[in-house]
Protein backbone atom coordinates (compact mmCIF):
# COMPACT_ATOMS: atom_id res chain seq x y z
CA UNK A 1 0.00 0.00 0.00
CA UNK A 2 1.25 3.57 -0.91
CA UNK A 3 0.00 6.71 0.74
CA UNK A 4 -1.07 9.30 -1.86
CA UNK A 5 -2.18 11.87 1.00
CA UNK A 6 -5.31 13.04 2.69
CA UNK A 7 -5.39 9.89 4.46
CA UNK A 8 -6.15 8.04 1.05
CA UNK A 9 -4.10 4.88 -0.49
CA UNK A 10 -3.49 3.39 -3.30
CA UNK A 11 -2.66 -0.29 -3.73
CA UNK A 12 -0.44 -1.45 -6.67
CA UNK A 13 -0.98 -4.99 -7.87
CA UNK A 14 -0.16 -7.46 -11.02
CA UNK A 15 -2.79 -6.67 -13.48
CA UNK A 16 -4.58 -8.04 -16.42
CA UNK A 17 -4.43 -7.02 -19.79
CA UNK A 18 -8.05 -5.80 -19.74
CA UNK A 19 -7.40 -3.82 -17.04
CA UNK A 20 -4.55 -2.06 -18.67
CA UNK A 21 -6.44 -1.63 -21.98
CA UNK A 22 -9.46 0.53 -19.53
CA UNK A 23 -6.65 2.69 -17.95
CA UNK A 24 -5.11 3.17 -21.46
CA UNK A 25 -8.13 4.03 -23.02
CA UNK A 26 -9.31 7.00 -20.48
CA UNK A 27 -5.68 8.89 -21.22
CA UNK A 28 -6.67 11.21 -24.46
CA UNK A 29 -2.53 11.77 -25.12
CA UNK A 30 -2.69 8.04 -25.70
CA UNK A 31 -3.73 6.74 -29.04
CA UNK A 32 -6.68 4.79 -28.36
CA UNK A 33 -6.62 0.61 -28.30
CA UNK A 34 -9.51 -1.18 -29.13
CA UNK A 35 -8.98 -4.39 -27.43
CA UNK A 36 -6.06 -5.96 -25.35
CA UNK A 37 -5.24 -7.83 -28.57
CA UNK A 38 -2.90 -5.28 -29.21
CA UNK A 39 -0.96 -5.76 -26.07
CA UNK A 40 -1.02 -9.37 -26.03
CA UNK A 41 0.19 -9.37 -29.55
CA UNK A 42 3.65 -7.66 -28.94
CA UNK A 43 4.04 -9.38 -25.68
CA UNK A 44 3.27 -12.62 -26.79
CA UNK A 45 6.10 -14.58 -26.57
CA UNK A 46 8.03 -12.88 -23.90
CA UNK A 47 7.84 -12.70 -20.27
CA UNK A 48 6.29 -9.70 -18.94
CA UNK A 49 5.28 -7.66 -16.13
CA UNK A 50 1.72 -5.62 -15.86
CA UNK A 51 1.20 -3.60 -13.26
CA UNK A 52 -1.80 -1.72 -12.20
CA UNK A 53 -2.74 0.76 -9.42
CA UNK A 54 -5.91 1.49 -7.47
CA UNK A 55 -7.24 4.00 -5.58
CA UNK A 56 -10.71 2.97 -3.61
CA UNK A 57 -11.28 0.14 -6.23
CA UNK A 58 -10.86 2.07 -8.83
CA UNK A 59 -8.16 1.73 -11.83
CA UNK A 60 -5.85 4.83 -11.86
CA UNK A 61 -2.72 3.74 -13.54
CA UNK A 62 -0.62 0.76 -15.22
CA UNK A 63 2.68 0.23 -16.23
CA UNK A 64 3.82 -2.66 -18.73
CA UNK A 65 6.84 -3.89 -19.93
CA UNK A 66 8.58 -7.55 -20.93
CA UNK A 67 12.25 -8.90 -20.95
CA UNK A 68 14.33 -8.53 -23.51
CA UNK A 69 16.59 -11.01 -21.96
CA UNK A 70 17.14 -12.48 -18.58
CA UNK A 71 19.33 -9.22 -17.46
CA UNK A 72 17.41 -6.36 -19.65
CA UNK A 73 13.47 -5.14 -18.96
CA UNK A 74 12.33 -2.98 -21.29
CA UNK A 75 9.23 -0.97 -20.30
CA UNK A 76 7.08 -0.79 -22.74
CA UNK A 77 3.21 1.48 -21.86
CA UNK A 78 1.99 2.74 -19.16
CA UNK A 79 0.25 5.78 -17.76
CA UNK A 80 -2.11 7.50 -15.06
CA UNK A 81 -5.94 8.82 -15.42
CA UNK A 82 -5.84 12.43 -16.04
CA UNK A 83 -8.24 12.80 -12.82
CA UNK A 84 -5.43 10.83 -10.59
CA UNK A 85 -2.55 13.00 -11.63
CA UNK A 86 -0.06 14.90 -9.24
CA UNK A 87 -0.59 12.20 -6.69
CA UNK A 88 2.67 10.27 -7.08
CA UNK A 89 1.17 7.24 -8.73
CA UNK A 90 3.70 7.25 -12.00
CA UNK A 91 6.56 7.38 -9.93
CA UNK A 92 5.23 4.61 -8.08
CA UNK A 93 4.26 2.02 -10.54
CA UNK A 94 7.87 2.97 -11.71
CA UNK A 95 9.73 2.00 -8.52
CA UNK A 96 7.48 -1.18 -8.21
CA UNK A 97 8.07 -2.12 -11.52
CA UNK A 98 12.59 -1.27 -10.83
CA UNK A 99 11.79 -3.78 -7.87
CA UNK A 100 9.89 -6.69 -9.54
CA UNK A 101 12.62 -6.82 -11.69
CA UNK A 102 15.55 -6.04 -9.54
CA UNK A 103 14.39 -8.88 -7.38
CA UNK A 104 14.32 -11.43 -10.41
CA UNK A 105 17.95 -10.10 -11.23
CA UNK A 106 17.50 -7.87 -13.78
CA UNK A 107 20.39 -5.78 -14.53
CA UNK A 108 19.08 -2.95 -16.70
CA UNK A 109 15.54 -1.84 -17.27
CA UNK A 110 15.25 0.50 -20.77
CA UNK A 111 12.36 2.84 -21.50
CA UNK A 112 11.69 4.60 -24.82
CA UNK A 113 9.81 8.28 -24.78
CA UNK A 114 8.75 11.53 -26.50
CA UNK A 115 8.87 14.87 -26.13
CA UNK A 116 5.51 15.15 -25.75
CA UNK A 117 5.01 13.39 -22.24
CA UNK A 118 7.72 15.87 -20.44
CA UNK A 119 6.49 15.03 -17.34
CA UNK A 120 7.64 11.05 -17.80
CA UNK A 121 10.92 12.86 -19.04
CA UNK A 122 11.35 14.64 -16.18
CA UNK A 123 10.68 11.55 -13.90
CA UNK A 124 13.03 9.25 -15.75
CA UNK A 125 15.51 11.37 -15.01
CA UNK A 126 14.82 12.31 -11.39
CA UNK A 127 14.67 8.54 -10.94
CA UNK A 128 18.48 8.06 -12.38
CA UNK A 129 17.68 7.02 -15.74
CA UNK A 130 20.08 8.14 -18.32
CA UNK A 131 19.44 9.08 -21.98
CA UNK A 132 21.28 6.66 -24.01
CA UNK A 133 20.14 7.67 -27.41
CA UNK A 134 16.95 9.16 -30.20
CA UNK A 135 15.76 7.91 -33.39
CA UNK A 136 12.84 9.09 -35.31
CA UNK A 137 10.04 6.27 -35.58
CA UNK A 138 7.58 5.47 -38.76
CA UNK A 139 5.65 8.28 -37.69
CA UNK A 140 8.28 10.69 -38.28
CA UNK A 141 8.31 11.46 -34.12
CA UNK A 142 11.83 11.67 -32.23
CA UNK A 143 11.76 8.92 -29.88
CA UNK A 144 14.23 9.11 -26.76
CA UNK A 145 16.02 6.21 -25.42
CA UNK A 146 17.22 6.09 -21.67
CA UNK A 147 18.35 3.31 -19.30
CA UNK A 148 19.13 2.31 -16.18
CA UNK A 149 21.28 -0.10 -14.21
CA UNK A 150 19.67 -1.73 -11.32
CA UNK A 151 22.06 -2.28 -8.25
Not at 39 to 54: G, H
Not at 94 to 115: A, F, Y
Not at 125 to 138: E, M
Amino acid sequence: MWLIGNGRFMEIRLGSLDEALRVHNQIEELLPISDSCYFSERIADKKFLLLVAEIDNALVGYKLGYWLDDNCFYSWLGGVHPDYRKRGIAKALLLEQERHVGERGTKEIRVKSMNQYRSMLLLLIAQGYAITGVHVNAQGKEKIHFAKKLV
